[in-house]
């Protein structure tokens, strides 16, 4: 089971979040937001006395867990991931800013400051704190900015494929090109899947994977399939960080943290294992078959090296 609660982030930007619920009678009522009600009942046979109120015992909070997604992504790209962690913890996405069913300001900000303060925004409005953090890619960064800035929210950091060192103007030159060979409007959303897991050009090998990852960002137009959001929103957004290191703020973060990374993903081994050394707590996992959609690629892999690390750091009640 899936709701959407709006939260209100930096600058009263809209953001739709998404809460993914156990749908198990025992976890129905546990680890609802401030302010909404709970769906438990009482009444006759609840075990209290005839004429009195139904006697409640309050259940312990379940901690808390937010996804964030990388650039381009949605919050539903983690819905596979959201419905493992929900059996035993408050598992909570976001569509960030610009992103998904969130609100998508033409002049911003997408600088580094919004979507980080969107991200504090979730997680004090849904009272997910100390929350555990799950980022990939740019949503990566921002858990671990978020982290560094507010050691007090945050119990546990996940991040995903990507990297702290500074990209340069070159890849973002990359960037612009391959946006500008997207031969859009797709016909359907099969041509849409076809051609970012097997016909883009910047592919080294076909990947299935990243063609449904991409399926998932598109809307039918009149014309046909469009991305759900802007491209020069997404340049604008990579431009703020793409030119600058991030090491200094990893160092920051002091909850336990892993550095997951694909085989054949966009942050290398070498760079990968520099980050777990300048973390405070940091661990370090690899996951064959798969490149930078590491949660796409490989559903297992990613599971069997997240799963037991948030088991063991949130101690979830059983």
Known sequence: MVRRIDVTGAGGV????????????SSSSRGYPKGLPSPRGGGPGSGSAAGSAPRVHPEPKRPGVLLLHGLMGRASHWAPTARWLAGRYRAVAVDQRGHGRSGKPAEGPYGRDAFV???????????????????????????????????????????????ASALGARSQREWE??????????????????????????????????????????????????????????LTARETWVHDAHWEELAQVRCPTLVVRGL????????????????????????????????????????????PFLDEVLHPVA
């Open 117 to 163: 303060q969107d991200a504090e925004a979730v997680v004090e409005q849904l009272d997910l704190a100390p929350v555990a953090l799950i980022g990939h890619s740019m949503g990566a960064l921002t858990a671990w900015q978020l982290a560094a800035r507010r050691p007090e929210l945050v119990r546990a950091l996940v991040i995903c494929d990507m990297r």
């Open 177 to 234: 090109e391959w946006f500008g060979s997207w031969p859009v409007p797709f016909a359907a959303l099969a041509d849409v899947r076809r051609w970012f897991g097997e016909e883009d050009p910047t592919l080294e090998r076909p990947r299935p994977s990243r063609g449904a990852f991409f399926a998932e960002v598109m809307a039918e137009r009149s014309d046909g399939w469009r991305p759900v959001f802007s491209r020069r929103q997404m």
């Open 264 to 307: 054949d993903g966009e942050l290398g081994r070498a760079e990968a294992m520099e980050m777990v050394r300048v973390l405070p707590r940091g661990r370090y996992a690899e996951i064959p078959d798969a490149g930078h959609l590491v949660h796409y690629d490989s559903p297992e892999g990613w599971r069997g090296v997240v799963q």
């Open 14 to 25: 809209r953001l739709a979040a998404w809460e993914y619920a156990d749908p198990s009678p």
